[in-house]
């Protein structure tokens, strides 16, 4: 056994061990805790870049490391130190959870790093829900009690019913096949796709996905977690936790469900539900998370677009819109978070005079909203063009139509946040921000990135493409 | 085997739409949570069913796992739902309606 090609996730289980030690044997230091935890975090990339060549199989291909996978854990270390790098001031944790709240973190990335790595039901199953369960305590966590134990219950509560879900799924999968292995259902399944149970077992698998991805069916917590939940871990689960998702969908979709017309037909119906239900409740909100929170429903609508085209171009372009929602969520919750530095939640009207009280911010906010929106030329655009693109090539023009028509809704809250912050006057005069130097060159850093890779897309697809070659060794 | 797949998969079908009535019409957190620990009850009857049928041992090995989940899921679930009911002093999910 080669164990260097899990070598993220030991340095991730290593960092995770060391905040849990921290916690059980030494007083908590906001401080001390903050910086020990960015310098893990910026090690930790470093650490996954390093094995980005690294193939291979441990636990006999229960854990599978190849070119997709480690692209995607290069995705989820990045999120994780950017999140990190906002966690600076945590006004919503309690300085006794401190610790626990870096363990939960580094526990939650660790899953989704072996998550995006598995190769097996049972290793999918069990890594799926260690990061479920960091992610609830997470949410709960927040020191506005009733908002996060009213966020923690929901998403619990829709989370274990997702898992049950899935885990049925599961179980008629490998009733019907007599497989676990991805690999092996690669082979056996698309001669009895067209059987009901096995149809049946691949969307109630998937429905555990799908909770994690927040699309339609199972879109109800997104909401109340975003909103109940402290900025920064709302942050979390708007980046790192839809990565580790895409990854796994894509996956298990690009392995079990090919030329089955039933199964495609099921994913297109829950995108275009996603994405209209994500877009028009959006509209009715007041609240800043919790519009996210529907944009974000109706940015999952998008992605399984690339995801059930199912041929390489749709691939690679779900992999770079993962790449995208990281780079534009982020951007946007860094404004979030710098503009609340009580932690408290924001409306939309709390935005006015921004372009006056922080000019730097109020750009970074536009930038990354009509990343959202798709217009060009933004990291947005690029992602929307390339799944949309990989939908045609398969003749879902409908499908495509739909989508631009849900494009085009999207724009009219994006630029009614937009307008608050550049053209609405606060009704009392509000101190200029001063963001700190880390926070500014931040914000400039990731708006360049988003408009230089609307720009220059070409580097970062080729990366795209030569993970989504792996999807296609799966046949 | 003397049960057919068929039969075991039934059942497990069966026990799944009562978890997933129960956790659904149900109007108190516990027996929601009950309702998710029945719907993951009858996936590992599935699973053990669909173990036999293959003569296999990763169905078995799936129900070890599924049961240190349910226990993890029963642990995180039962605090967070204590802890509401010390505040709230009810079990009533429709008292949990802040966000929006």
Same mark, same amino acid.
């Given at each position: 056994m080669n164990w260097m090609i899990a070598a993220p996730e030991i340095f991730y289980f290593a960092a995770a061990l060391w905040f849990l030690m921290l916690s059980f044997f030494s007083k908590p230091d906001a401080r001390r805790e903050h910086l020990s935890s960015l310098l893990l975090a910026s090690l930790g990339v470093l650490v996954c870049l390093a094995s980005v060549g690294s193939q291979g199989y441990i636990f006999i291909q229960a854990f599978t490391a190849d070119i997709f996978s480690q692209v995607f854990k290069v995705l989820l270390s990045l999120g994780l130190f950017l999140i990190i790098a906002l966690c600076?001031?945590?006004? =919503?944790?309690g300085e006794r959870r401190i610790q626990d709240f870096y363990f939960l973190l580094f526990t939650c990335t660790l899953a989704m790093m072996l998550l995006v790595s598995a190769g097996h039901l049972l290793s999918i199953f069990v890594s799926l829900e260690v990061s479920s369960y960091s992610l609830y305590i997470l949410v709960s966590l927040r020191k506005n009690q009733d908002f996060g134990l009213e966020a923690g219950i929901k998403y619990f509560l829709v989370g274990t019913f997702a898992s049950g879900v899935m885990l049925f799924g599961m179980a008629l999968l490998y009733s019907s096949s007599?497989?676990?292995y991805l690999g092996d259902m690669a082979r056996v399944l698309p001669g009895m796709i067209d059987q009901p149970v096995v149809v049946i077992g691949l969307v109630l698998t998937l429905g555990g996905f799908f909770f994690k991805l927040a699309v339609f069916p199972f879109h109800f917590w997104a909401p109340d977690a975003y909103q109940g939940a402290s900025n920064q871990v709302a942050a979390y689960i708007a980046t790192v936790s839809k990565v580790a998702a895409v990854a796994v969908i894509a996956r298990v979709v690009a392995y079990a469900?090919?030329?089955?017309t039933y199964f495609v037909h099921v994913l297109v119906i829950l995108s275009v539900a996603s994405m209209t239900v994500g877009n028009l409740a959006a509209i009715?909100?007041?609240d800043l998370k919790r519009l996210l929170a529907f944009s974000t429903i109706a940015h999952s609508g998008y992605i399984l677009i690339g995801i059930l085209a199912l041929n390489p171009t749709g691939w690679s372009g779900t992999i770079f819109y993962a790449l995208a929602l990281l780079a534009m969520k982020f951007t946007a919750f860094l404004v979030v978070v710098e503009l609340a530095p009580e932690g408290q939640n924001l409306q939309?009207? =709390?935005?006015?005079?921004l372009h006056r009280r922080s000019p730097l911010l109020a750009l970074a906010l536009m930038v990354s909203l009509f990343s959202l929106a798709g217009i060009p030329p933004t990291i947005g655009f690029t992602g929307k063009f390339l799944v949309f693109v990989a939908a045609i090539e398969r003749g879902y023009i409908a499908l495509v139509i739909i989508a631009m028509i849900n494009v085009v809704i999207s724009l009219y809250y994006y630029l009614l946040v937009i307008r608050a912050a550049y053209l609405l006057e606060p009704s009392i005069e509000l101190p200029a921000l001063k963001p700190s130097m880390p926070i500014k060159l931040l914000a400039g850093i990731s708006t360049g990135v988003i408009v230089a890779a609307g720009f220059f897309p070409y580097p970062l697809i080729r990366v795209a493409q030569a993970a989504a070659q792996v999807l296609l060794v799966g046949r | 085997m003397i049960v057919p797949l068929s039969h075991a998969l039934i059942l497990a079908a069966i026990l799944f739409g009562l978890g997933v009535f129960c956790a659904v019409a149900r109007r108190n957190l516990i027996m929601i949570v009950l309702g998710i620990e029945i719907m993951l009850n009858s996936a590992s009857i599935a699973f053990v069913a669909a173990a036999l049928r293959w003569q296999n041992l990763e169905g078995q090995t799936f129900v070890l796992f599924i049961l240190a989940v349910a226990a993890t899921e029963v642990s995180v679930g039962l605090a967070i739902i204590v802890y509401a009911f010390k505040r709230t002093g009810s079990f009533d999910p429709g008292n949990y309606s802040m966000l929006k």
């Open positions: 600076g001031n945590l006004p =919503d944790v007599g497989t676990t469900g090919q030329e089955s009715a909100q007041k939309i009207n =709390d935005l006015a005079g | -």
